[in-house]
């Protein structure tokens, strides 16, 4: 059943735009792309940055590269641009990806739709109107029908607090602001704070750098190792032959790789039957330990414990000084309830005679940043460099700081303030015409983020061509709808270990953040997702409600 209210006589108000779109990485470039050039849609998109790329723009850092196989961490939607585009690693390093994005930039004509250095300070629903009035930072205030979401759910930089951080008299950066002309290490000492997935990248490369590396660890990590390497010719043959399989697969699969679950109990296994298992997955390396595991991982802490084990060894066998060992070790939560990051030489790193680890919980926390250094359990570190690796505050700081104001003036950083709610990760009530790509509660980072961004791009234009062909002026999910998602999204979470683990996932990593999940662990997988967001639009959008033409 279709709810539709007929709509009320509204004020007429220059529209400028049909749909605005705020940001041009990943998802709103092939935003602009579906909505220009499939629906001929006046569009136009708002980026902060200086080009396209989004994360691949901004995030810089030494070693930075993409964690997920590069023949899946692309478009899928053109079988040309799949066919002429060569990846050169199975992990590509920042710059090959920002190519890439430009060559899709200049391959779809983007570039003429999108207004680039304009940040959006404020989104404002007019209900005389229906429209959209979109503000920048460079005095821009458009109109427009919809507006689109495309800001990342990993780009509010996180930088804490740090008492003393203006009295540094070296040089800091944030991983994700860093020059575009890099950071020279050479001679220098330098301290990184953090041990998250980007840590973990930069740490190796820094280290081999800089005169001294000082890393200061608030929570160890599980990492495994990457296993980068270059593309085999035949390899990249036979799957650029087969990409309409592998779009199938990614597509249907449980987090948007060609991975899954082992469908069997770890505790049903001997030991030599899962050691067997688990050194096949670390050997193929990437996140098979973490996605394609035995299927009870995120459900049972004994069966948790049995791969936490098998990590723990590794970092036991492979850093040299038991002690140093021994810090790097996770010990408070459940392995997998933290992102999985991916190494090269992480813990190989901390056998270095140049490299020093200071753990909080042995050595003393963080109290203040000084002149020289960093200070920390009572001791000054001296060094010339700091980089913040400190991440984000992620799926809803990049929501909230956009300044979005729904009907009645009610903002949506406020109607947050307890968490995110929305309906599908799709849509907020008293937002309408808001669609906010791979936002909090839907899958977005426990996928393959490019398999997430085409399904939301998709199902946002079918939306839009839906509304324009039935003449429906808003759609706007119901009150009712998004509390059963949102109650839904918690549910399915507090059945897991993540809920108890401090990890960005619930915002424990933000002072003050509230605990909430912030993704969706569809039990059907990214598949299952895709499935109930069609069949709700197939039942004429479930869920929301429309106004149409007056
Ligand atoms: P992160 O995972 O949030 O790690 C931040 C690190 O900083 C953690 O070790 C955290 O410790 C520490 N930290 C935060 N606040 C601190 C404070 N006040 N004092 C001391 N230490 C503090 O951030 P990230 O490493 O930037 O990664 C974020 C996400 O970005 C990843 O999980 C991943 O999804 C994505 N990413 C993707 C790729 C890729 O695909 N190539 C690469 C890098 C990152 P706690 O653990 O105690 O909070």
């Known amino acids: 059943m279709v709810n539709v209210q007929s709509g009320a006589q509204k004020e007429s108000a220059k529209l400028d735009f049909d749909a605005i779109i705020i940001g041009a990485g990943f998802s709103g470039m092939y935003m602009l792309h579906s909505l220009r050039d499939k629906l001929a849609l006046k569009v136009t998109v708002f980026e902060a940055g200086n080009n396209v790329g989004g994360t691949w723009y901004w995030n810089r850092y030494p070693g930075a590269r993409c964690d997920s196989d590069s023949y899946i961490y692309c478009y899928t939607f053109d079988n040309h641009l799949l066919q002429e585009w060569n990846w050169s690693e199975r992990y590509p390093e920042q710059d090959e990806i920002l190519r890439y994005l ?21 989104v404002t629903f007019d209900e005389a109107t229906d429209l959209w009035m979109v503000r920048t930072d460079k005095g ?53 704070i953090g041990t998250g997935a980007t840590a973990v990248q930069a740490i190796p490369e820094i280290a081999q750098q800089a005169k001294h590396l000082t890393v200061f660890q608030r929570t160890p990590n599980f990492c495994v190792p990457a296993r980068n390497g270059r593309v085999d010719p035949g390899v990249a043959k036979a799957r650029k032959s087969d990409y309409d399989g592998v779009r199938e697969r990614i597509k249907k699969s449980f987090f948007g790789f060609e991975l899954n679950f082992i469908p069997k109990s770890v505790l049903d296994t001997t030991p030599e039957e899962r050691e067997q298992e688990f050194d096949r997955m670390w050997d193929a390396g990437g996140f098979a330990l973490w996605l394609a595991n035995y ?6 802490k004994e069966a948790n414990d049995i791969i936490a084990d098998y990590l723990k060894c590794k ?30 030489n992480y813990f190989e790193t901390f056998n270095k005679k140049n490299v020093l680890l200071v753990d909080a919980s042995t050595d003393g926390p963080i109290e203040e940043i000084t002149p020289n250094g960093i200070r920390a359990g009572g001791k000054e570190y001296p060094v010339d460099i700091i980089v913040i690796a400190t991440g984000f ?29 929305t309906y599908l990760g799709l849509a907020v009530a008293g937002f309408p015409n808001l669609f906010t790509i791979t936002g909090p509660q839907s899958p977005s980072v426990l996928s393959n983020m490019p398999v997430s961004i085409e399904q939301h791009v998709e199902w946002i234009t079918d939306c839009i061509a839906y509304m324009r062909r039935n003449k429906r002026t808003t759609i706007e999910a119901t009150a009712q709808a998004q509390d059963a998602w949102v109650a839904h999204v918690a549910e399915v979470a507090n059945g897991t270990l993540m809920t108890g683990t401090d990890s ?17 662990l569809c039990p ?27």
């Open 102 to 122: 430009e060559h899709c930039a200049e391959r779809f004509h983007l570039k003429r739709d999108i207004q680039f250095a304009k940040r959006v300070v404020e």
């Open 140 to 192: 821009d205030a458009v109109r427009a029908n919809y507006v689109i979401t495309a800001v990342g759910s990993l780009s509010a930089t996180n930088v804490p607090p740090f008492k003393g951080l203006g009295s540094f008299r070296g040089k800091s950066y944030h991983t994700a602001q860093w020059p575009h002309d890099g950071v020279d290490f050479t001679t220098k000492r330098v301290a990184v």
């Open 295 to 300: 299927q009870d991982l995120f459900f049972s």
């Open 315 to 344: 970092i036991r066998s492979t850093v040299h000084d038991p002690v140093v060992a021994e810090k790097l070790i996770p010990k408070t939560y459940p392995y997998g309830t933290k992102r999985q990051p991916l190494d090269t």
């Open 393 to 421: 505050d992620a799926m809803t700081g990049p929501l909230n700081n956009l300044g979005i104001k729904g009907r009645g003036g009610r903002e949506l950083a406020q109607d947050w303030r307890d968490g995110p709610q």
């Open 504 to 520: 960005w996932y619930m915002g424990a990593n933000i002072a003050g953040k509230p605990r909430r999940f912030l993704p969706y």
């Open 524 to 550: 059907e997988g990214v598949g299952g997702y895709r499935k109930k967001c069609a069949e709700i639009a197939e039942k004429g959008y479930e869920g929301f409600v429309f106004a149409n033409v007056a």
